[in-house]
C-alpha cells in the first residue's frame, strides 16, 4: 500500500452521520451472539473503492470486543511509523492470508496473536461482516469475536507501536461519526472518522466499524 500524503486530521470535517446510538441493550454478548446467529437483511456501506484492473490483496483483521465490567471495548492498535503501509495510523489486529491459514477466521487469528499476543484461548468468534475492499487494493474480512479477560497482551514491536481500547458504546453511535473528504489523482475520497481521546479512528477501520454499526443497529 502506498503511504498516504496527506493529513486526515486536517481536513475540514463536512458532516456528522449522526444516528442514534445503538442502544445499551444490545451491546451485551448474549444480544450480540444472538445477532450474528441470526442476522436480519441489512445493507453495508463502503465508502472506498478498490483501484480498477488491480488485482486486491486478501486480508483479515479480528475486531475483538474485550468483554470488560463497565461494558464491552473494542481493542485496538497504532502501527508504528516505519511501516511502508498504514504507519502511524489505528487499526484492528490482522493481516495478509497465508497459504497455510485454513480460513479468514484463521488469518484474523493468527496475525492477532502474532502481532499482539492476543491467545487464541480468550477468543470467542461470532462471526463476520461483509468483504471491505479498500482504494489501496485489500479485500479485508473483518472477523468479531468476543475476548475474555483476563488476558497478557505482548505487542510486536515491528508493527505495534500500542494497544488500546476504546468502549464499544462510544463507538457505536453516529453522532461519533465524522464524514470527510479530499480530492485525489483519481477521484474524491470520502471517509469517516471517529476520534476517541487523542487517538485517530479513521479510514478502512472507521469503514468497518460504520458496518458493524449499520448491523447492530437493523431491525
Same mark, same amino acid.
Given at each position: 500500500?502506498?503511504?498516504?500524503?496527506?493529513?486526515?486530521?486536517?481536513?475540514?470535517?463536512?458532516?456528522?452521520?449522526?444516528?442514534?446510538? !445503538?442502544?445499551?441493550?444490545?451491546?451485551?454478548?448474549?444480544?450480540?451472539?444472538?445477532?450474528?446467529?441470526?442476522?436480519?437483511?441489512?445493507?453495508?456501506?463502503?465508502?472506498?473503492?478498490?483501484?480498477?484492473?488491480?488485482?486486491?490483496?486478501?486480508?483479515?483483521?479480528?475486531?475483538?470486543?474485550?468483554?470488560?465490567?463497565?461494558?464491552?471495548?473494542?481493542?485496538?492498535?497504532?502501527?508504528?511509523?516505519? /511501516?511502508?503501509?498504514?504507519?502511524?495510523?489505528?487499526?484492528?489486529? &490482522?493481516?495478509?492470508?497465508?497459504?497455510?491459514?485454513?480460513?479468514?477466521?484463521?488469518?484474523?487469528?493468527?496475525?492477532?496473536?502474532?502481532?499482539?499476543?492476543?491467545?487464541?484461548?480468550?477468543?470467542?468468534?461470532?462471526?463476520?461482516?461483509?468483504?471491505?475492499?479498500?482504494?489501496?487494493?485489500?479485500?479485508?474480512?473483518?472477523?468479531?469475536? /468476543? !475476548?475474555?479477560?483476563?488476558?497478557?497482551?505482548?505487542?510486536?514491536?515491528?508493527?505495534?507501536?500500542?494497544?488500546?481500547?476504546?468502549?464499544?458504546?462510544?463507538?457505536?453511535? &453516529?453522532?461519533?461519526?465524522?464524514?470527510?473528504?479530499?480530492? /485525489?489523482?483519481?477521484?474524491?475520497?470520502?471517509?469517516?472518522?471517529?476520534?476517541?481521546?487523542?487517538?485517530?479512528?479513521?479510514?478502512?477501520?472507521?469503514?468497518?466499524?460504520?458496518?458493524?454499526?449499520?448491523?447492530?443497529?437493523?431491525?
Amino acid at each position: 500500500m502506498a503511504a498516504f500524503l496527506f493529513d486526515p486530521q486536517g481536513l475540514p470535517v463536512e458532516a456528522i452521520a449522526g444516528e442514534p446510538a !445503538v442502544p445499551a441493550e444490545r451491546l451485551t454478548a448474549p444480544w450480540l451472539r444472538q445477532r450474528f446467529a441470526h442476522p436480519p437483511v441489512w445493507r453495508p456501506e463502503e465508502v472506498e473503492a478498490a483501484p480498477a484492473g488491480a488485482s486486491p490483496r486478501v486480508a483479515a483483521v479480528l475486531v475483538p470486543l474485550v468483554l470488560r465490567e463497565a461494558g464491552l471495548t473494542l481493542l485496538l492498535t497504532r502501527r508504528t511509523e516505519h /511501516l511502508s503501509s498504514h504507519a502511524g495510523q489505528v487499526s484492528f489486529p &490482522g493481516g495478509g492470508v497465508e497459504a497455510h491459514d485454513a480460513s479468514a477466521i484463521d488469518t484474523a487469528l493468527r496475525e492477532t496473536e502474532e502481532e499482539v499476543g492476543l491467545a487464541r484461548r480468550h477468543v470467542d468468534v461470532l462471526g463476520t461482516l461483509p468483504v471491505y475492499h479498500t482504494s489501496t487494493g485489500y479485500s479485508v474480512t473483518p472477523v468479531v469475536a /468476543l !475476548v475474555a479477560p483476563p488476558f497478557e497482551l505482548r505487542a510486536d514491536p515491528r508493527e505495534v507501536a500500542e494497544i488500546f481500547e476504546v468502549p464499544l458504546a462510544f463507538l457505536m453511535d &453516529g453522532a461519533h461519526h465524522q464524514r470527510l473528504s479530499l480530492p /485525489l489523482p483519481g477521484g474524491r475520497r470520502s471517509f469517516y472518522a471517529m476520534p476517541y481521546d487523542r487517538f485517530y479512528i479513521w479510514g478502512a477501520t472507521a469503514g468497518m466499524l460504520r458496518n458493524l454499526f449499520h448491523l447492530l443497529r437493523a431491525e
